[in-house]
């Protein structure tokens, strides 16, 4: 095995004009143009290019990634020749120039992410594209198990902790219904624990993930494309609900609008999936651990905007968890 670039000691970014030579050799003579970049609100420790690949004689516009992590090649690639709402993929690997990256070449898509214009109809097909992810998923990897659950424990103590320490908004209310979750969490997380694990989650499912391939594109149909499976992990459904929806939870206009709750479970429902157990009971539980943790994210996200619609949650939703526990 060859030794690491300096490079990855510094940035992965710097990786790709070092590893371009490899890539080239990878792709057989197929891959040019390269142009590499990075986007200011690229949070990835992947080197990002554009460029050109030959596909069976027929030139098209791609984005290369390396490294990326196993979980994404793995969804990606796993489903790349399916009707899942997932990019095509023209090549990849788990090798690059002699060193353990895994990497990709995929389609690149036009335009910007649907965030760029939220509206309900975004999260309608955010949730069907989800909700055919889902199912395209369980068809190819159909032994879905439960990852290691979060240590919930931890986190409420470091959310504590962060609300002492920050002048936080309300912060009387926070140590209030704090410590109302610590009294119960054994309870609430027994609860959790018991949801059937059946859903391959995006894990990161929002609408800068979405993307639309047009009618021309000469990689496939068009329609909705899902981007990034970094996250994508074995669960219940109500996690990739709940994720998308406390993202606009300090923006209560949008939620009314939107309804991505309902929008995903009803896609779920059009593609046949359909839970064992209370889903409702779930999805309330899963708000009360998310919003009782946020403080314990006020590093990364501390808005006071979501701070203080995330205790809104908590007092509206911890009373009906604490009522079916």
């Not at 670039?5 to 940035?11: I, K, Q």
């Not at 986007?39 to 554009?50: E, I, L, N, P």
């Not at 990256?101 to 069907?128: K, N, Y």
């Not at 159909?142 to 919930?152: C, H, N, S, T, V």
Request: proline share 6%; glycine share 6%; hydrophobic share 40%.
């Amino acid at each position: 095995m060859a030794e690491l670039p300096d490079a990855l000691a510094t940035s992965a970014h710097a990786l790709g004009p070092q590893l371009e030579p490899a890539l080239l050799d990878a792709c057989e003579g197929k891959l040019r143009d390269i142009v590499w970049f990075r986007t200011d609100w690229q949070r990835s420790g992947a080197a990002t290019a554009y460029a050109k690949v030959d596909v069976n004689g027929q030139e098209r516009d791609a984005v290369v990634k390396v490294p990326v992590g196993p979980g994404e090649l793995r969804f990606t690639r796993g489903l790349c020749e399916t009707t899942a709402p997932t990019p095509r993929v023209a090549f990849c690997g788990e090798e690059i120039g002699g060193w353990d990256f895994c990497w990709i070449v995929m389609e690149r898509l036009p335009g910007d992410p649907l965030a760029a214009h939220i509206h309900s109809e975004v999260f309608q097909q955010l949730a069907t594209a989800a909700a055919s992810f889902y199912k395209h998923a369980a068809e190819a990897w159909p032994d879905i198990q439960r990852r290691k659950e979060w240590d919930w424990s931890s986190l409420l103590e470091k959310a504590q902790t962060k609300a002492r320490e920050h002048a936080i908004v309300e912060d009387q209310s926070w140590r209030n219904n704090l410590r109302e979750v610590s009294r119960h969490l054994g309870r609430i997380v027994e609860a959790w624990s018991a949801r059937p694990c059946d859903t391959w989650c995006h894990g990161d499912l929002h609408p800068g993930n979405l993307m639309r391939r047009d009618d021309e594109s000469p990689w496939g149909d068009e329609g909705p494309v899902l981007l990034d499976f970094a996250e994508t992990h074995a669960g219940h459904w109500s996690e990739d609900a709940i994720y998308m929806e406390r993202l606009f939870w300090a923006r209560p206009e949008v939620l009314q609008e939107a309804k991505p709750v309902q929008a995903l479970r009803k896609a779920r429902k059009e593609q046949g999936l359909v839970s064992d157990g209370d889903d409702g009971a779930y999805l309330d539980i899963r708000r009360v651990l998310i919003a009782a943790t946020a403080p314990a994210f006020i590093d990364r996200d501390g808005h006071p905007a979501y701070l203080k619609a995330a205790l809104e949650v908590l007092e509206r939703t911890l009373p009906l968890v604490l009522e079916r526990v």
